[in-house]
T-cell receptor
């Protein structure tokens, strides 16, 4: 069935370190891929997305590239800040014949803590 | 309103009681989703509305769970005979059309069954 697997956390980094959070997926059809972020005390927010193979989503210095051959959508940032501390969720919308209804399937989340 | 609003933000109820959770989507959004997030997990899909109708309720765990959206705007998730295992954060999201465009999430209702 459709699923999303992301690297287990928590991840603890120093400010300005390089960040990678791995995400792989299984899906029927041609999924759209997303990273959502949940800052402390706030709701889920879309961070970035990619809708077809080789697309790169980017926002706030974060990037992720849709790799169909490896079914991956790894999140990267070159230099993290304390304000990036949050929970990050990889997700997809499976798109088997267009009947996905925009239903998101999420990974389990990765807690990121950035220290000064 | 400016975003998706969920009320109450917290709800504590006794085992066996009935609860209702409310979601006010962004005005004009035809698609509305309910998700459930257990501690340490990602959100899991419960039900999807397109307008007034439940187009996909495959994620509802059992018949104690029911949701309505009678006028195509506000939605209510109803849980009968609550159990301790129902304790979770219930998230509502809306999107303009439900075709895979961005979904906007509310802050959720934290339900605790004691």
């Amino acid at each position: 069935g459709d699923s999303v697997t992301q690297m287990e956390g928590p991840v603890t980094l120093s400010e300005e370190a390089f960040l990678t959070i791995n995400c792989t997926y299984t899906a029927t059809g041609y999924p759209s891929l997303f990273w959502y972020v949940q800052y402390p005390g706030e709701g889920l927010q879309l961070l970035l997305k990619a809708t077809k193979a080789d697309d790169k989503g980017s926002n706030k210095g974060f990037e992720a590239t849709y790799r169909k051959e490896t079914t991956s959508f790894h999140l990267e940032k070159g230099s993290v800040q304390v304000s990036d501390s949050a929970v990050y969720f990889c997700a997809h919308i499976a798109n088997a014949g267009g009947t996905s209804y925009g239903k998101l399937t999420f990974g389990q989340g990765t807690i990121l803590t950035v220290h000064p | 309103g400016a975003g998706v609003s969920q009320t109450p933000s917290n709800k504590v109820t006794e085992k066996g009681k009935y609860v209702e959770l409310r979601c006010d989507p962004i005005s004009g959004h035809t698609a509305l989703y309910w998700y459930r997030q257990s501690l340490g997990q990602g959100p899991e899909f419960l039900i999807y509305f397109q307008g007034t109708g439940a187009a996909d309720d495959s994620g509802l765990p059992n018949d104690r769970f029911f949701a309505v959206r009678p006028e195509g705007s506000v939605s209510t998730l109803k849980i009968q005979r609550t159990e301790r295992g129902d304790s979770a954060v219930y998230l509502c999201a809306s999107s303009p059309s439900g075709t895979g465009t961005e979904a906007f999430f509310g802050q959720g209702t934290r339900l605790t069954v004691v």
